[in-house]
C-alpha cells in the first residue's frame, strides 16, 4: 500500500515519532487520530520510511548513564588523510566501539579528525579496551585523546522535523 | 538501577528494532512469552528508573536533516551557566562535559545545515565564545544501541 499522506501530515507524524511512541496498544492508530488518518496509512509510511532509511533503527531508546554505563570517552585520533577510511573502518568494526565519525579537523584549535565513542562502567576498564584496541590496530603512536565525560546536561532525540515547520513557512 | 529479567530481555531483544506493525507490544509480548500488560509495565519502570528514553524511532541524521557536533572551551566557572543556556535550545538533543580544554560538547539537529549555522551564531553570541563545528564527514559506525553483555567488562 502507498502512504498518502499529505505534506503537513507527514511533517506532523514525524515530530510526533521524534517524541516516542504512544504506550498504548495500538500507537498508531493513536497518532493517526492526531492527525486525521488512519492506521493503515501511518503504517504505510512508517514502512516507507523505514525503507527509504530515514530510520537508523526502531526500537528502545535507552540512557546509559541509568543502567550504570557512566564511564563514557571519546577518542579522537589525528590520523593522516591517506589513511583515514582505512583506520575508521577498522575501528568501526570494533565491538567496543559504538560509534566512529571522520569529522573536519579545525586548525590551529583542532587537528584530531576521527571519533570513536567508547562506553563502560568504570573507568580504568575503559582505558583499558581503548589502550589495548590501539595496539592491536598499531595506532599507538598516532596523535590522540580521550575525553571521558563528566556531566550529562541533556539527552534527548534529534528535532529534526520540530524546526521545520518554521523553515516552511518561509518556502 | 538492577535489570530484572524481563527487562533485561526486552532490551537485548528490541533495541536494535522491533516489530513494525499495528500491535507493537503485543508483538513483542509474544516473542518474550509474556503479556502485552508486562511489557508495558516493564517499559514504565525502566522509564521511572531513567534507564528508558523513549520507544521508537532513531532517525538517520543526514537523512532526516541535518547535524553537527559543537564545543566550546568555557572557563571553569562558567560552565553550569554557560551548559544550562546551550541545553535550552531545542536544537541541541546532546549536551556533555568533557575533561579537556574544550570542555562542552553538544550536538545540533535541525532542518538544514543553515538553520544548524544560524543557531550556532546565535549561541556563540549569547555566550560569548567562538564555538567548535564539527559536522560529520564519513560515518563508519552509526549508534545501534549497544550491549548490556558485551560492554559488561565483568
Known sequence: MKPELTPEQALALRRYLEGGLPRVSRPYQAIAERINTDEDQVLAQ???????????????????????????????????????????????????????????????????????????????RVEARIQALLEAHLLSDLPHQLLFSTQAFKQCGGRFAAAATGASQHG | MNLDPLSRQLID?????????????????????????QVMACL??????????????????????????????????????????????????????????????????GPDRQHLEQVLDALEQDIGLTALDLPMLTAYRIDLGFALGESDET
Open chain 1, 46 to 124: 512508517m514502512h516507507q520510511w523505514h525503507e527509504q532509511g530515514l530510520f537508523r533503527r526502531i526500537g528502545l531508546v535507552l540512557n546509559h548513564r541509568a543502567l550504570g554505563f557512566t564511564a563514557n570517552a571519546m577518542l579522537v585520533l589525528d590520523v593522516p588523510d591517506a589513511l583515514i577510511d582505512e583506520v575508521g573502518q577498522r575501528l568501526g568494526r570494533s565491538p567496543d566501539v559504538t560509534l566512529c565519525y571522520q569529522r573536519p579537523r579545525r586548525l590551529p584549535q583542532w587537528r584530531y579528525n576521527l571519533f570513536c565513542m567508547v562506553h563502560g562502567r568504570q573507568r580504568d
Open chain 2, 13 to 37: 531483544r528490541f533495541q536494535h528494532g522491533m516489530p513494525l506493525c499495528p500491535e507493537p507490544y503485543r508483538e513483542m509480548a509474544n516473542v518474550l512469552g509474556c503479556s502485552e500488560p
Open chain 2, 44 to 109: 514504565q519502570r525502566l522509564e521511572l528508573a531513567g534507564a528508558l528514553s523513549r520507544v521508537g524511532p532513531v532517525f538517520e541524521h543526514s537523512r532526516a536533516g541535518a547535524s553537527t557536533l559543537a564545543a566550546f572551551a568555557v572557563p571553569a566557572e562558567r560552565l553550569q551557566q554557560v551548559a544550562a543556556r546551550v541545553s535550552q535550545y531545542p536544537e541541541v538533543n546532546h549536551n556533555y562535559a568533557r575533561e579537556h580544554f574544550y570542555n562542552l560538547w553538544f550536538v545540533l539537529t
